[in-house]
């Protein structure tokens, strides 16, 4: 089945700092690539998503790239705000009905 | 927003009681889906389905039973609850494998 690694765990950034989270993952077949943002007592949230055809997405502040050679993708959040604190999880899914879901990051921008 | 709601929002219970958490969708999405939210576990699939009467077991089914005898209603039952199952849980829909989840705003269950 399909697997994913979410890192880091925990993030720290001064507001104005660029942000990145990394996932990497083993099944080749997977295909589809989305961003959750879950604020504290909120239900996650979709930020951005990249399919496997494409190689960068782009939304105002936040980007995500995709490697499916290397079997990674990455979130990149830039001139980060305090309210961009929350934990951002990733997903993937290939040919199954599941998704499967990273084990979150912490974002914490320090004004 | 997508149309998902859950019932109830918090429930305060006994253990040893059955609980039944209701997840109701208005866009007619094919894929339903209930997780549990712990601290330091993230987001852990209890049971899905892909279709009217079609359901499958995730990871974390024990204890747990589901029903949709209907597209837009996906019930998760507690049979007898246990303190283990005190938890945020969240009910998700899909349109598509390659489609985004939407998430309704949780349940928060309590159990003592």
């Known amino acids: 089945g399909e697997n994913v690694e979410q890192h880091p765990s925990t993030l720290s950034v001064q507001e104005g700092d660029s942000a990145v989270i990394k996932c990497t993952y083993s099944d080749s077949a997977s295909n589809y690539f989305p961003w959750y943002k879950q604020e504290l007592g909120k239900r996650p949230q979709l930020i951005i998503d990249?399919?496997?055809?494409?190689g960068e997405k782009k939304d105002q502040r936040i980007a995500v790239t995709l490697n499916k050679t290397a079997k990674h993708f990455s979130l990149h959040i830039t001139e980060t705000q305090p309210e961009d604190s929350a934990v951002y999880f990733c997903?993937?899914?290939?040919?199954?009905?599941?998704?499967?879901f990273g084990r979150g990051t912490s974002l914490i921008v320090h004004p | 927003d997508a149309g998902i709601t859950q019932s109830p929002r918090h429930k305060v219970t006994e253990t040893g009681t059955p609980v039944t958490l209701r997840c109701h969708q208005t866009e007619n999405h094919r894929y339903m889906y209930w997780y549990r939210q712990d601290p330091g576990h993230g987001l852990r699939l209890i049971h899905y389905?892909?279709?009217?009467?079609?359901?499958d077991k995730g990871e974390v089914s024990d204890g747990y039973s589901v029903s949709r005898s209907k597209t837009e209603d996906f019930l998760l039952t507690l049979e007898s609850a246990t303190s283990s199952q005190t938890s945020v849980y969240f009910c998700?829909?899909?349109?598509?494998?390659?489609?985004?989840?939407?998430f309704g705003d949780g349940t928060r269950l309590s159990i003592l």
């Open positions: 998700a829909i899909r349109a598509g494998q390659n489609q985004p989840q939407h």
């Open positions: 997903a993937l899914t290939g040919g199954s009905y599941i998704p499967t």
């Open positions: 990249i399919r496997s055809n494409v």
């Open positions: 389905s892909y279709g009217v009467k079609d359901t």
